[in-house]
């Protein structure tokens, strides 16, 4: 079983691939909470050269408040990451993570149907980017 959504951007720069994704989110009702530069940290922290990799944070402030109710911990899961990273071909894959796989392991019920939800919102994220 995969555990993420992907596809690739054969003709789009890293930051035009970082903008369209954000506005993909954005029409599904998803903010970007927090951006981790993969690249810069590992060469400021440990001196290695990495290709251009970023870990999105998205929410939806309103299926992170239900999720919230019905299971207080889910937090620990929460915010849904979004990976770009640009190949050495210079294609830039968009991965996002399913929500499905990541609430699995949680064993509340009340979830399914949330779950659902959210994962077909970032399944269209990934469609409209292929358009």
């Given amino acids: 079983m995969t555990y993420f959504f992907n596809t690739i951007l054969e ?10 994704v954000t506005a993909a989110l954005k029409k599904e009702g998803f903010g970007v909470l927090n951006e981790i530069d993969i690249q810069q940290t590992l060469k400021n922290k440990i001196d290695v050269d990495f290709k251009k990799y970023k870990i999105l944070g998205a929410c939806s402030p309103k299926f992170a408040h239900k999720a919230l109710l019905a299971e207080d911990k889910i937090g620990l899961l929460l915010p849904c990451n979004v990976v770009v990273e640009e190949h050495e071909t210079g294609a830039v894959e968009v991965s996002i993570v399913d929500p499905i796989v990541s609430m699995s392991a949680i064993e509340n019920e009340s979830l399914g149907e949330l779950a659902q939800t959210v994962q077909q919102k970032l399944k269209n994220v990934i469609e409209d980017l292929k358009n």
């Fill in 11 to 20: 003709n789009k720069t890293f930051d035009e691939a970082i903008d369209l």
